[in-house]
C-alpha cells in the first residue's frame, strides 16, 4: 500500500569514506555540486540511523532529527543552525525544527521528518471525519497535497521525500514555505493563498529566526567519516580471528 503522495525509492546507500574524507579536507567553496550531493546524502543518512524505525513517516521527530544532525555538523565544523517554523507561521507552540546549513556561498536545509507532512491519507482535500460521539472533523491538507498541485512542486517533493535535504533556491525556498502557510491555511479554514509571501521575503524571515538549543544526543552520532574507517577497520579484523 502506498504511504506517501510521492514515491518513496528503496535506499541501499554505501558510502566511501575515503571520498568523504577528501570532500571535507577541502576548502567548503571548492566542494563541487557533485560532491556536496554526496556529502549531504551521507549527513542525512547518519541522521536516520538514529531515529526510530516503528513509524516510517518520522511523525513528531523533527526535532530529534535536527538535534542529530547539529552534533554531526558540529563535529565536521560545517556551519549550521536549528531553527522553528512557528514563527514563521504566526504559531506559538512548535511546529516543525529543520537544520540551516551555509556551505560555501550557499545554504542548504536539511530535513529529512518532512516526509511526515507527505503522508498520502492526509492530502486529500474535503476529507471529512466522523465520530461516534457525532463530531466531524475536517482533516487539514498536509503540505504535500499543496506540492502536488504543480510538475515543480512534486518534483521538489519527491527530491526532498528521498534525499531528505535541498538546496535552497528561490524556486525551492518558496516551495517549501508556501506549502506549510497553505497547510496551516488549510488548518484554520482559510483560503489557501492567504498570506503566500515571496521567496525573498520568506528568506529574510527564515534566516532570522531563532537558533535553538540542541539537546544532548547519542554521541556515535559525532564520528567522523576518518573515525568511521578505523572502526570498520577493526570491526573487520575482528570477523577474520573470530
Given at each position: 500500500?502506498?504511504?506517501?503522495?510521492?514515491?518513496?525509492?528503496?535506499?541501499?546507500?554505501?558510502?566511501?569514506?575515503?571520498?568523504?574524507?577528501?570532500?571535507?579536507?577541502?576548502?567548503?567553496?571548492?566542494?563541487?555540486?557533485?560532491?556536496?550531493?554526496?556529502?549531504?546524502?551521507?549527513?542525512?543518512?547518519?541522521?536516520?540511523?538514529?531515529?526510530?524505525?516503528?513509524?516510517?513517516?518520522?511523525?513528531?521527530?523533527?526535532?530529534?532529527?535536527?538535534?542529530?544532525?547539529?552534533?554531526?555538523?558540529?563535529?565536521?565544523?560545517?556551519?549550521?543552525?536549528?531553527?522553528?517554523?512557528?514563527?514563521?507561521?504566526?504559531?506559538?507552540?512548535?511546529?516543525?525544527?529543520?537544520?540551516?546549513?551555509?556551505?560555501?556561498?550557499?545554504?542548504?536545509?536539511?530535513?529529512?521528518?518532512?516526509?511526515?507532512?507527505?503522508?498520502?491519507?492526509?492530502?486529500?482535500?474535503?476529507?471529512?471525519?466522523?465520530?461516534?460521539?457525532?463530531?466531524?472533523?475536517?482533516?487539514?491538507?498536509?503540505?504535500?497535497?499543496?506540492?502536488?498541485?504543480?510538475?515543480?512542486?512534486?518534483?521538489?517533493?519527491?527530491?526532498?521525500?528521498?534525499k531528505g535535504f535541498?538546496?535552497?533556491?528561490?524556486?525551492?525556498?518558496?516551495?517549501?514555505?508556501?506549502?506549510?502557510?497553505?497547510?496551516?491555511?488549510?488548518i484554520r479554514q482559510r483560503?489557501?493563498?492567504?498570506?503566500?509571501?515571496?521567496?525573498?521575503?520568506?528568506?529574510?524571515?527564515?534566516?532570522?529566526?531563532?537558533?535553538?538549543?540542541?539537546?544532548?544526543?547519542?554521541?556515535?552520532?559525532?564520528?567522523?567519516?576518518?573515525?568511521?574507517?578505523?572502526?570498520?577497520?577493526?570491526?573487520?579484523?575482528?570477523?577474520?580471528?573470530?
Open positions: 500500500m502506498k504511504k506517501f503522495i510521492f514515491n518513496l525509492k528503496e535506499k541501499k546507500e554505501k558510502f566511501d569514506y575515503r571520498y568523504l574524507e577528501k570532500i571535507l579536507e577541502q576548502p567548503e567553496t571548492d566542494v563541487n555540486e557533485q560532491e556536496r550531493e554526496y556529502l549531504f546524502k551521507w549527513i542525512v543518512f547518519r541522521v536516520e540511523e538514529f531515529l526510530s524505525k516503528k513509524d516510517m513517516t518520522y511523525s513528531c521527530l523533527c526535532g530529534e532529527a535536527a538535534d542529530l544532525a547539529c552534533a554531526l555538523l558540529d563535529t565536521l565544523c560545517i556551519n549550521h543552525r536549528q531553527v522553528n517554523l512557528k514563527k514563521l507561521l504566526n504559531e506559538i507552540l512548535n511546529v516543525h525544527a529543520i537544520t540551516i546549513v551555509y556551505f560555501g556561498r550557499d545554504s542548504y536545509i536539511i530535513d529529512p521528518t518532512f516526509r511526515q507532512f507527505l503522508v498520502l491519507d492526509h492530502c486529500i482535500p474535503g476529507l471529512v471525519k466522523h465520530f461516534n460521539s457525532g463530531v466531524i472533523y475536517h482533516v487539514p491538507c498536509y503540505p504535500g497535497y499543496f506540492l502536488s498541485l504543480t510538475e515543480n512542486g512534486k518534483k521538489f517533493g519527491e527530491d526532498l521525500l528521498n535541498f538546496k535552497v533556491t528561490d524556486e525551492n525556498l518558496k516551495l517549501y514555505c508556501d506549502s506549510f502557510v497553505s497547510y496551516y491555511n488549510s483560503d489557501f493563498n492567504y498570506n503566500l509571501r515571496s521567496s525573498s521575503e520568506y528568506k529574510s524571515e527564515l534566516y532570522s529566526l531563532e537558533t535553538e538549543k540542541s539537546d544532548i544526543v547519542d554521541s556515535n552520532i559525532k564520528l567522523t567519516p576518518s573515525e568511521l574507517l578505523e572502526k570498520n577497520k577493526i570491526l573487520k579484523k575482528r570477523r577474520i580471528y573470530d
